[in-house]
């Protein structure tokens, strides 16, 4: 198997676990509500301000490290996939495809085994993690453009 291959594998399984850890125990787990507001993480910032958080503050904040971490870690199953294909289309596909699967397996309480969602659906996922792995196809694209060293 090609690293590139490898590399993806890897890093899907990463972001699946991710997105569907912790896993409580079926009896006690919460029920959570989808989040369908485009952008709603945004209300965080103006927020934190106002209260004076500080660096600190917005570094340690889930609200703000969410949104960022999602685009990182989705930046990483884009990165591969620019050296297994040169086409964007391709990237946006897979990274909409694998972030779908990961928001409806939440949104069913993980296909039936949770009585209800115990995460909770988010549209912002959705848009952050395609943009990742989108930015992840991009910039790896470019650094590896014209070279085959881990194919």
């Known amino acids: 198997m090609r690293l590139a291959e490898a590399a993806l594998g890897l890093t899907t399984f990463f972001v699946i676990f991710l997105g569907l850890h912790p896993f409580p125990d079926p009896a006690n787990a919460p029920c959570r509500e989808p989040l369908l507001i485009p952008f709603g993480f ?48 391709h990237a946006l596909i897979f990274a909409a495809c694998l972030t779908a699967f990961i928001e409806i397996s939440q949104a069913t309480g993980l296909y039936g085994i949770y009585a209800c969602p115990y995460r909770h659906f988010e549209i912002d996922d959705l848009i952050l993690n395609g943009f990742g792995g989108w930015l992840g196809f991009t910039l790896a694209g470019r650094f590896f453009r014209g070279r085959k060293a881990l194919t």
């Open 42 to 89: 945004l209300e965080h910032y103006p927020r934190l301000w106002s209260e004076g958080a500080g660096l600190v503050g917005f570094l340690t904040s889930k609200a703000i490290m969410a949104p960022i971490m999602n685009v990182v870690f989705f930046m990483g199953v884009g990165a591969p996939l620019a050296l297994i294909t040169s086409e964007r289309r």
